[in-house]
T-cell receptor, first 114, second 113 residues
Framework: GDSVTQMEGPVTLSEEAFLTINCTYT??????LFWYVQYPGEGLQLLLK?????DKGSNKGFEATYRKETTSFHLEKGSVQVSDSAVYFC?????????????FGQGTELSVKP | SQTIHQWPATLVQPVGSPLSLECTVE??????LYWYRQAAGRGLQLLFY??????ISSEVPQNLSASRPQDRQFILSSKKLLHSDSGFYLC????????????FGSGTRLTVV
């Protein structure tokens, strides 16, 4: 079945460091891919998305490119801030099947130190 | 604009007591609705989803049930809570088939004591 695998956390970085959180997926066909962010005690917020191969999603300085050849959707940011500390979830959706439900990775906790 | 409301924010219930969590969406019609549970390990488990009134799909057998009595209302229930039902419950919606992603509610922290 469809699945999403994220790199293990927690990831600890200093402010202004470069961030990469790896995400790979297994799915037939052409799923849509998403990154969600969860701040402490809150629900999840959509960070960015890509709906077809080679699409780049971007938001708030974060970017991720849909790579079908490597089945990956790695999240990157050039210079992280303390306010980026959160848990990040990669997800995929087979939009036209089963109510468009999302399949999530396990989440990667990011901690940014001043 | 569309908004999603979920309540209560926190809940402490004794083992064996009933549960009712409510989620409503405003500003849209015929949304797809979802209930997720997030246990202590942070993973998100899809519990139920609904593509229309009275249409409920269950993802895993469990002590919980869901209902959709109105187009924009989604209710998660239990007749008798177990300790293992503790967790963070999240409701979400999407406009329907298409690459929209989910919009999540703010969640309910349930502790069964």
């Amino acid at each position: 079945g469809d699945s999403v695998t994220q790199m293990e956390g927690p990831v600890t970085l200093s402010e202004e460091a470069f961030l990469t959180i790896n995400c790979t997926y297994t799915a037939t066909g052409y799923p849509s891919l998403f990154w969600y962010v969860q701040y402490p005690g809150e629900g999840l917020q959509l960070l960015l998305k890509a709906t077809k191969a080679d699409d780049k999603g971007s938001n708030k300085g974060f970017e991720a490119t849909y790579r079908k050849e490597t089945t990956s959707f790695h999240l990157e940011k050039g210079s992280v801030q303390v306010s980026d500390s959160a848990v990040y979830f990669c997800a995929l959706s087979r939009i036209y099947n089963q109510g468009g439900k999302l399949i999530f990775g396990q989440g990667t906790e990011l901690s940014v130190k001043p | 604009s569309q908004t999603i409301h979920q309540w209560p924010a926190t809940l402490v219930q004794p083992v064996g007591s009933p549960l009712s969590l409510e989620c409503t969406v405003e500003g849209t019609s015929n949304p797809n609705l979802y209930w997720y549970r997030q246990a202590a390990g942070r993973g998100l488990q899809l519990l139920f989803y609904s593509v229309g009134i009275g249409q409920i799909s269950s993802e895993v057998p469990q002590n919980l049930s869901a209902s959709r009595p109105q187009d924009r209302q989604f209710i998660l229930s239990s007749k008798k809570l177990l300790h293992s039902d503790s967790g963070f419950y999240l409701c979400a919606w999407t406009p329907g088939r298409g690459p929209y992603g989910y919009t999540f509610g703010s969640g309910t922290r349930l502790t069964v004591v």
